[in-house]
């Protein structure tokens, strides 16, 4: 009976990590890659990482996208049967084209929601929020400056990050044209997405994890432990300063109006 049990596949499930840039999905989906129990949640889907990913996963990099889809999906989840996926809200609209156009997933008639869940069996939604836009354009702004948009031990900036008012205007409109193409999104679908918050995620690491583990209806054998977070929160004094000359500068509106 034990070797039958062993030999039963498991039944996939997915879900689709949304987020924004710099909201700290970055930070979130190191957790759940670190448990090895809940899919390793990667941008699989953005166009200029799939050359990559079919090399590094034994997919047939000329296969259509419905292909690719199969085997990304097959390749990356954990032994547990969980699949996961993160998609920037820039390119979602794009995404969801693309696997429309594929007709492996429905018809014209067919609605996303249901689309998405034939692709990705039992998907369930996960979004990450930050609740201060302020800094999440900062960060942004800094990340588009130095090309770091992983701060990690060992990496070095491209470039020194210098204070940019319009840059930063610019990277808070982003932040939140983005989010509204979420709001919209999820309203169409008819679907209501578990969220995390940014903030509470570096305020209890661990614990906000284990409510995404909860989620995911992931349990974990009590020898796993979850540890810091390799990504590095890059807000410091750098940041600050930055928010406050900005802040000082919003009465003269034309010096931050994106040109």
């Not at 390119?91 to 008639?109: P, S």
Request: with cysteine; net charge positive.
């Amino acid at each position: 009976m034990g070797s039958f049990v062993r030999l039963l596949p498991h039944r996939r499930r997915c879900y689709m990590l949304c987020a924004v840039a710099r909201s700290g999905s970055n930070l979130l989906a190191d957790g759940l890659v670190q448990v090895r129990r809940a899919g390793r949640p990667g941008q699989y889907f953005l166009p200029q990482n799939e050359e990559r990913t079919a090399h590094d996963h034994g997919i047939d990099s000329k296969a259509s996208f419905a292909a690719y889809i199969r085997g990304v999906v097959s390749a990356t989840a954990t032994a547990n049967g969980i699949f996961g996926f993160k998609i920037m809200g820039w390119y979602l609209e794009e995404f969801l084209a693309r696997i429309r156009e594929t007709a492996a997933f429905g018809e014209a008639a067919t609605s996303d929601l249901d689309m998405l869940r034939r692709a990705f069996p039992r998907l369930e939604f996960l979004q990450i929020l930050r609740q201060n836009k302020m800094r999440q354009a900062i960060s942004k702004a800094r990340a588009l400056q130095t090309g770091l948009w992983k701060v990690q031990e060992g990496k070095r900036p491209l470039a020194e990050p210098q204070f940019d008012p319009p840059l930063i205007a610019r990277c808070l409109e982003d932040v939140r044209r983005e989010e509204n193409i979420w709001s919209r999104f999820f309203k169409r679908i008819g679907i209501e997405p578990f969220r995390v918050e940014y903030e509470e995620l570096c305020r209890d690491y661990e614990r906000s994890i284990r409510v995404v583990l909860d989620f995911l209806q992931v349990r974990l054998p009590r020898r796993i432990k979850i540890t810091a977070p390799i990504t590095i929160k890059q807000t410091d004094e750098l940041s600050d300063e930055w928010e406050e000359r900005y802040l000082a500068l919003r009465s003269d509106q034309s010096e931050l109006v994106p040109s």
